[in-house]
């Protein structure tokens, strides 16, 4: 047998004694700590992130390596349909600003620029809508608000209250939305009163001018939204609270901040400005 195999006889009995390569035991560590990691983001890790998450722990692997085990082992990342909503309501006779941010998505500090965008969510009780601000210092969502119903009090004013909780403003802040009705109307134009807050708002039509706030709502739908089917509006904002709170700022490693999580990245800044 081993003639025609042509494999030598003590390749046979080493094989016979260890049936399993030192290289195979190791590939078979690797695809454990591989799901390990996937089913702890909820299957919503690609190989980077996966990467990233095992070297941080100690473990000493390529992205290519982790690419090429989940392709053999069929473990990937959950991805659903494209991602398109249309929550706009820019046909209003209020006052809109310019857009002074200007594709500008850098900030050196927290509470230096903030985006804010809303989007909507079915379940089988209705819509519920979800407001976000997120600071792009961090990429944090500092304020959100879920409503079922459009009024600015429920949606843009709610999370912004949030927000200036969670994050006081200490230096001039510039904030971009769309020209939503919920952020052009008096009811959110009164929030902003005495503060110091220059207003920047997208072009007509242009969402690539709010291109941060919608990618955070496009990241959310495909990585929980888009794979559950609500039956309840509570069922809904728990799933999103989780999402928010439990997982996006404080475990998801974000591709912008070298793939560090949005709660790591706060963390560095203030250490750096502490040490300035």
Same mark, same amino acid.
């Given at each position: 047998?081993?003639?025609?195999?042509? @494999?030598?006889?003590?390749?046979?009995?080493?094989?016979?004694k260890h049936p399993v390569?030192?290289?195979?035991? /190791?590939?078979?560590?690797? @695809?454990?700590?591989?799901?390990?990691?996937?089913?702890?983001?909820?299957?919503?890790?690609?190989?980077?992130?996966?990467?990233?998450?095992?070297?941080?722990?100690?473990?000493?692997?390529?992205?290519?390596?982790?690419?090429?085990?989940?392709?053999?082992?069929?473990?990937?990342?959950?991805?659903?349909?494209?991602?398109?909503?249309?929550?706009?309501?820019?046909?209003?006779?209020?006052?809109?600003?310019?857009?002074?941010?200007?594709?500008?998505?850098?900030?050196?500090?927290?509470?230096?620029?903030?985006?804010?965008?809303?989007?909507?969510?079915?379940?089988?009780?209705?819509?519920?809508?979800?407001?976000?601000v997120l600071d792009l210092?961090?990429?944090?969502?500092?304020?959100?608000?879920?409503?079922?119903?459009?009024?600015?009090?429920?949606?843009?004013?709610?999370?912004?209250?949030?927000? @200036?909780?969670?994050?006081?403003?200490?230096?001039?802040?510039?904030?971009?939305?769309?020209?939503?009705?919920?952020?052009?109307?008096?009811?959110?134009?009164?929030?902003?009163?005495?503060?110091?807050?220059?207003?920047?708002?997208?072009?007509?039509?242009?969402?690539?001018?709010?291109?941060?706030?919608?990618?955070?709502? /496009?990241?959310?739908?495909?990585?929980?939204?888009?794979?559950?089917?609500?039956?309840?509006?509570?069922?809904? /904002?728990?799933?999103?609270?989780?999402?928010?709170?439990?997982?996006?700022?404080?475990?998801?490693?974000?591709?912008?901040?070298?793939?560090?999580?949005?709660?790591?990245?706060?963390?560095?800044?203030?250490?750096?400005?502490?040490?300035?």
């Amino acid at each position: 047998m081993c003639s025609v195999l042509k @494999v030598s006889v003590s390749g046979y009995y080493y094989w016979l004694k260890h049936p399993v390569s030192l290289r195979e035991q /190791k590939e078979q560590e690797l @695809v454990e700590q591989i799901k390990q990691v996937h089913e702890q983001s909820k299957c919503r890790y690609g190989s980077p992130r996966i990467a990233v998450e095992l070297r941080e722990q100690g473990i000493q692997v390529s992205r290519p390596r982790v690419a090429r085990v989940m392709q053999k082992h069929h473990i990937q990342s959950i991805v659903r349909k494209k991602y398109r909503v249309q929550t706009t309501d820019s046909g209003h006779a209020c006052t809109v600003a310019e857009n002074h941010l200007a594709r500008d998505f850098y900030a050196a500090r927290p509470a230096e620029k903030w985006v804010s965008d809303l989007t909507y969510i079915r379940t089988g009780e209705g819509w519920l809508y979800l407001t976000v601000v997120l600071d792009l210092a961090d990429r944090k969502v500092v304020g959100w608000a879920l409503s079922e119903a459009m009024d600015a009090e429920v949606t843009t004013v709610a999370a912004w209250q949030m927000a @200036v909780r969670n994050r006081p403003l200490f230096h001039s802040l510039l904030f971009h939305s769309d020209r939503g009705v919920q952020y052009a109307c008096s009811a959110f134009q009164e929030q902003l009163e005495g503060m110091p807050v220059l207003r920047s708002m997208s072009r007509r039509g242009n969402c690539w001018d709010n291109a941060v706030a919608e990618s955070f709502f /496009k990241t959310m739908k495909t990585e929980m939204v888009y794979h559950h089917k609500f039956a309840t509006i509570a069922e809904a /904002k728990l799933a999103v609270f989780e999402y928010i709170e439990s997982f996006y700022n404080r475990k998801r490693r974000h591709s912008a901040l070298g793939y560090l999580t949005p709660c790591q990245y706060e963390n560095q800044l203030y250490s750096q400005a502490v040490a300035a």
